[in-house]
């Protein structure tokens, strides 16, 4: 039991990193809270599945199939924010209405083209590897290495390039930034365009382990935005650790190892995890790395 | 009385499109039984009633007061539980259970309002769209009680028939609505509530500032908004005879009320009317359009020079089949070329304010027909 909640918190912790990431970053930096986040995850898993599936799909192989889904989801949540986004981005109600909209589409197109039934691809190493005694799933290493490479690089990205550091100068103060001789409208474009691929990349990791079926982005939009309110909205380091602390509530609560909760556990994690933010939002609305930007007040 | 009520129509309904649209609707809904008694179409406008209660509750709290609130169906949800639990495990009938699943969701309101007053902006929409999932939740695991995604079946009807529930709901929507669009007056000699309202939402701070107790007001805005909202839910638990999580708790749900309000048009209590009164039957008929367009396909004669024409039925034909894209899409458009709202657009297009004496006037006159002023 120990050893499964250790493998899923890391596993499911690790998926859930970097979908806050993109999350927080997109919030921190053009101050929009995207609802399709998990849409463009969604989109990502499904487009894998297309483009690995030999039945449904054209059946590539593997490598090819995960640049060319992550691109062109990429390009798609470019397009969507070029198109729909940038112009309304100063009214909150109106950018969550739209970006809601947005993820119906998704998932309607989706419904469309692949029905309701849950679809999913092969593993994309089969086996599993022995360490310490405890069997792993040779796709959960991979994941796990993936999630650690993506998140290594938009680390250095974002602390060590010239274009990261105008990132987050855009997001500490637009104004000031624009001033520094900053594109403000350009960066908040690539910023959008690295949080969708890292939703990209969540999407293709996740393929293969998730089931896939058009209604899977909204728990996980749900525990992406208990986890960047936990670590602050806008927080990277924040959203990470906040990711690794709900996998494992959520593995906790599923897995249920003491029996409390009367086979209730798959659909508590959700009680249980929006409650962790109800209490941190009362408690400590900055959450635990972020911090109250000046108008949101009260 | 009865001349002064004609003449009340003669001069300050007739001049004015908007009221005049307005008796028209109000007399087509409730003389609509007299055109068909076709249960699919009464069953349509019987469900439009409770859900426009339930959209302009959301409006009235989040229109107004500006706290958007993105878990309404908790209050719905709530009062849709406790009545239908009510019934199961106490045998209460209608009457008794609904008053107290209204109360309930109010007390819903009121335990929402703890942490939703410390919070604004984003954080106040991330917290509110929490707790419906979270009961959401509880539902789901408590499976002996509530009957999880099953719901709990064969609540007793508030009526004998169903122009009978018609009625009632047509009533009670029409009683909310007045009330509703009472308390939201700015202008209004009696009630002040609906200036605080517009207070709060523009800038709080100044609110404040002016001596008014912002926490109280807002408090009594989700009081109001849980009492409406929870009025629909216990409304909708006894016509369609069962609760479901799927039809009450979920965020599809929550967000229905809201693509209604912004469709017809935010902090106007008429365009939420006009928002549920359009796109709810839209989606409800989509089956029927989908079989209209299909006859429509088999009537077009398969020549070749009608190619695009059966290629564009078959094509809606389709789409038909998932009335939720058209919404999504529907919204999509209404936020970027309309962000007033269908209802304040048409109504802009149509009518005009006399500079003067405020007063409104059809937008194709060129005078003002109380004070002469000229309107251009």
Not at chain 1, 181 to 189: D, F, H, M, P, Q
Not at chain 1, 204 to 233: D, F, H
Not at chain 2, 267 to 278: E, K, L, M, P, R
Request: charge should be positive.
């Amino acid at each position: 039991m120990l050893e499964s909640i250790i493998v899923f918190t890391l596993v499911s912790g690790g998926i859930y990193a970097l979908l806050a990431l993109g999350f927080s970053l997109i919030f921190g930096v053009a101050r929009v809270l995207n609802l399709a986040h998990t849409a463009f995850f969604m989109l990502a898993a499904y487009g894998m599945f297309y483009l690995v599936s030999e039945e449904m799909g054209i059946g590539l192989g593997n490598i090819p199939s995960i640049i060319i889904t992550v691109v062109v989801v990429t390009l798609l949540g470019l397009v969507s924010y070029k198109l729909f986004i940038d112009r309304i981005r100063e009214h909150h109600a109106a950018v969550l209405l739209l970006t809601i909209a947005l993820a119906l589409v998704i998932q309607e197109v989706l419904l469309w083209r692949f029905q309701g039934d849950v679809r999913g691809i092969p593993s994309l190493i089969p086996g599993f590897t022995e360490i310490l005694g405890i069997r792993v799933l040779n796709q959960y290493l991979l994941t796990l290495g993936m999630v650690a490479v993506v998140i290594i690089i938009v680390w250095l990205f974002l602390s060590k390039t010239k274009m990261g550091i105008a990132i987050r100068a855009t997001a500490n103060d637009p104004e000031i930034a624009n001033l520094m001789g900053i594109s403000v409208s350009r960066i908040l474009l690539i910023t959008m365009g690295l949080a969708t691929a890292l939703a990209a990349v969540a999407g293709v990791v996740v393929a293969p382990l998730w089931p896939l079926r058009p209604i899977m982005w909204g728990s996980p939009l749900m525990m992406i935005m208990v986890i960047v309110v936990l670590g602050g909205l806008g927080s990277i380091k924040g959203s990470i650790i906040g990711a690794f602390i709900i996998g494992f509530v959520a593995t906790v609560v599923s897995l249920d190892p003491f029996r409390v909760l009367g086979g209730g556990g798959p659909y508590l994690n959700v009680t249980f995890v929006l409650l962790a933010m109800v209490i941190v939002l009362v408690v400590r609305p900055a959450g635990l790395f972020g911090t109250i930007f000046e108008e949101e007040r009260l | 009385m009865l001349r002064r009520l004609l003449k009340d129509f003669r001069w300050d309904v007739l001049p004015v499109p908007g009221r005049l649209i307005a008796v028209i609707f109000f007399v087509f809904v409730f003389s609509f039984p007299l055109i068909t008694q076709h249960p699919y179409y009464v069953r349509m406008l019987t469900y439009t009633s409770i859900f426009t209660i339930f959209a302009v509750s959301w409006d009235l709290l989040s229109g107004y007061t500006g706290q958007i609130n993105f878990g309404h169906a908790l209050f719905f949800g709530v009062a849709a539980y406790t009545s239908a639990l009510l019934y199961k495990y106490l045998g209460w009938q209608p009457w008794a259970t609904m008053p107290i699943g209204v109360l309930a969701a109010v007390a819903a309101g009121v335990i929402t309002c703890f942490p939703a007053l410390k919070l604004r902006g984003p954080y106040l929409s991330l917290i509110t769209l929490a707790f419906p999932l979270m009961l959401l939740g509880i539902v789901m695991a408590f499976k002996n009680v509530t009957g999880a995604e099953y719901g709990i079946p064969f609540l007793p009807s508030i009526a004998g028939s169903r122009v009978g529930e018609y009625y009632i709901c047509l009533i009670v929507m029409t009683v909310s609505v007045l009330i509703m669009w009472k308390l939201t007056d700015a202008g209004s000699r009696y009630v002040r509530t609906g200036l605080i309202f517009h207070a709060i939402r523009e800038d709080e701070i100044a609110a404040r500032a002016t001596g008014i107790n912002t926490i109280r007001y807002k408090l009594l805005a989700f009081v109001i908004g849980g009492l409406f909202a929870g009025i629909a839910g216990a409304l909708f638990a006894h016509v369609r005879g069962m609760v479901s999580p799927g039809t009450t708790l979920t965020m599809t749900m929550s967000f229905q009320a809201v693509i209604w309000v912004i469709f017809g048009g935010i902090v106007s209590i008429y365009g939420a009317v006009v928002g549920v009164y359009t796109l709810y039957p839209l989606v409800y008929l989509s089956d029927r359009v989908k079989d209209l367009f299909a006859s429509l396909y088999e009537a077009v004669p398969k020549t070749s020079a009608l190619v695009p024409l059966r290629a564009i039925l078959q094509f809606i034909q389709e789409v038909a089949e998932y009335p939720i894209l058209v919404l999504a899409v529907i919204v999509i458009v209404i936020l970027l070329f309309m962000p007033e709202g269908v209802g304040v657009w048409v109504r802009n297009k149509i009518e005009r304010q006399c500079p003067r004496c405020k007063l409104t006037n059809g937008a194709w006159r060129r005078e003002c027909r109380a004070c002469g002023a000229s309107l251009h």
